[in-house]
């Protein structure tokens, strides 16, 4: 199958986010990635399930969502509520995952999980088979337009070796440059943010990912 390549909005401009949307879902995007901050997980602030819900009025395409907040729990709901097809959070919070998945699907959505870095994939063995998405940080997290760190690659061996046999998305520093090494680890979604939205033409910069 075709890697599936999810526009982050985060490098869109949202002072016209519904011309954006159309203009790289016209383009070729298969889902939006939406990066969610709360200013205590990361040191940046973006926004919340009030915009998530403007984005699903403004495109039927599949929307990622990922958290970026210290305390999934309370608000992953509230974003799955909002019309995230997808929720993801990460590995190195404080809570407990199974009650967090659980809170996902009791919106009839789907549960994804995030590690960082510096995270090893080993961490996500118990709760992988109620995965619909593992998300491998290749940044460190917070800030769009980062240097992609190859070194991460190896974790989708790992979790393919663990079993795991659901998508696998590449998070950060994705770009036409770096986007065939993801693909030849076996990455099977590559979330862009500045090398589409940074661009002035997206469906040649989603085309330029795609045959990478
Ligand atoms: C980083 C975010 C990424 C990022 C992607 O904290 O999770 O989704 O915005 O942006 P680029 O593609 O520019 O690295
Ligand atoms: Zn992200």
């Given at each position: 199958m075709d890697v599936l390549i999810a526009p982050s909005v985060?490098?869109?401009d949202f002072a016209c986010l519904t011309d954006e949307l159309a203009d790289a879902a016209e383009g070729g995007a298969d889902w939006f990635h939406l990066d969610v901050m709360?200013?205590?997980?990361?040191?940046n602030i973006t926004f919340g399930p009030f915009v998530v819900k403007a984005i699903r009025a403004a495109t039927e395409l599949f929307l990622d969502c990922h958290l970026m907040i210290q305390d999934p729990l309370t608000y992953a709901p509230q974003f799955a509520k909002a019309g995230a097809d997808l929720v993801t959070f990460h590995?190195?919070?404080?809570?407990d995952p199974e009650q967090i998945i659980d809170a996902i699907e009791a919106q009839g959505k789907k549960a994804g999980m995030v590690v960082n870095p510096?995270?090893?994939?080993?961490?996500l063995q118990h709760w992988l088979p109620r995965l619909s998405l593992v998300v491998v940080m290749?940044?460190?997290?917070?800030?769009?337009?980062q240097s992609f760190m190859?070194?991460?690659?190896?974790k989708i061996a790992v979790l393919r070796s663990l079993g795991y046999e659901g998508n696998i998305e590449m998070d950060g520093g994705v770009s036409p440059d770096t986007a065939r090494a993801c693909k030849d680890a076996g990455a099977t979604v590559l979330v862009a943010g500045s090398a589409v939205f940074g661009e002035a033409d997206r469906a040649a910069a989603i085309r330029a990912i795609r045959e990478a």
């Open positions: 985060l490098s869109a709360d200013g205590h997980f990361v040191p590995a190195e919070v404080d809570q510096g995270t090893d994939a080993q961490v290749s940044v460190k997290p917070g800030f769009a337009g190859p070194d991460v690659l190896e």
